[in-house]
T-cell receptor, first 118, second 115 residues
Framework: AQSVTQLGSHVSVSEGALVLLRCNYSSSVPPYLFWYVQYPNQGLQLLLKYTTGATLVKGINGFEAEFKKSETSFHLTKPSAHMSDAAEYFCAVSVTGTSGGGADGLTFGKGTHLIIQP | EPEVTQTPSHQVTQMGQEVILRCVPISNHLYFYWYRQILGQKVEFLVSFYNNEISEKSEIFDDQFSVERPDGSNFTLKIRSTKLEDSAMYFC?????????????FGEGSWLTVV
């Protein structure tokens, strides 16, 4: 079975500073990895995903993440934080051949609440 | 942009009552899911549905829960006799598999409060 660990339930950064949200996974087979964002009182919105190919993936709103197999990590970064980035961020993993679109869905981490200080 | 829609957005029900949460997945999608998120906790997988039957279910999805696709558009989650611990946000999701880049799209959730 796969699992996801997100280090830090809360991360606080200043506006304009680098954002780094950590995600480590465990999986017995090559994983498919996702980051979702949840704004207050809203649903889950896909930020980016890694399936195969290039290990550095770019997503919406200036976010990117790098898949590092040797470290079993998929950390999310953004060079310069904006106030509108304040939200809950979830890392998720799937190991199905259809990368999350198949039968067993996604396994989520516990989430990291990103706080942006003015 | 196509989206997954859910109703109701918020429902309060008494313990022991039956609840039906409704979802309209994205129209050409083939895989359907329900997840739940208890307040302050992580999002948890409940069940996946494909080809008019349950594909996988978690240990949370016990006999109190059922899913149905009664027509070509709706996908419902029924909780037969609600318990206090069923209070949570329930997310419906859908995917077209490879046709949609293998991405799961989520609705905005239905917040269920059991009193």
């Amino acid at each position: 079975a796969q699992s996801v660990t997100q280090l830090g339930s809360h991360v606080s950064v200043s506006e304009g500073a680098l954002v780094l949200l950590r995600c480590n996974y465990s999986s017995s087979v090559p994983p498919y990895l996702f980051w979702y964002v949840q704004y207050p009182n809203q649903g889950l919105q896909l930020l980016l995903k890694y399936t195969t190919g290039a290990t550095l993936v770019k997503g919406i709103n200036g976010f990117e993440a790098e898949f590092k197999k040797s470290e079993t990590s998929f950390h999310l970064t953004k060079p310069s934080a904006h106030m509108s980035d304040a939200a809950e961020y979830f890392c998720a993993v799937s190991v199905t051949g259809t990368s999350g679109g198949g039968a067993d869905g996604l396994t989520f981490g516990k989430g990291t609440h990103l706080i942006i200080q003015p | 942009e196509p989206e997954v829609t859910q109703t109701p957005s918020h429902q309060v029900t008494q313990m022991g009552q039956e609840v039906i949460l409704r979802c309209v997945p994205i129209s050409n999608h083939l895989y359907f899911y329900w997840y739940r998120q208890i307040l302050g906790q992580k999002v948890e997988f409940l069940v996946s549905f494909y080809n008019n039957e349950i594909s996988e279910k978690s240990e949370i999805f016990d006999d109190q829960f059922s899913v149905e696709r009664p027509d070509g558009s709706n996908f419902t989650l029924k909780i037969r006799s609600t318990k206090l611990e069923d209070s949570a946000m329930y997310f419906c999701a859908s995917s077209g598999g490879r046709a949609s880049g293998n991405t799961i799209y989520f609705g905005e959730g239905s917040w269920l409060t059991v009193v």
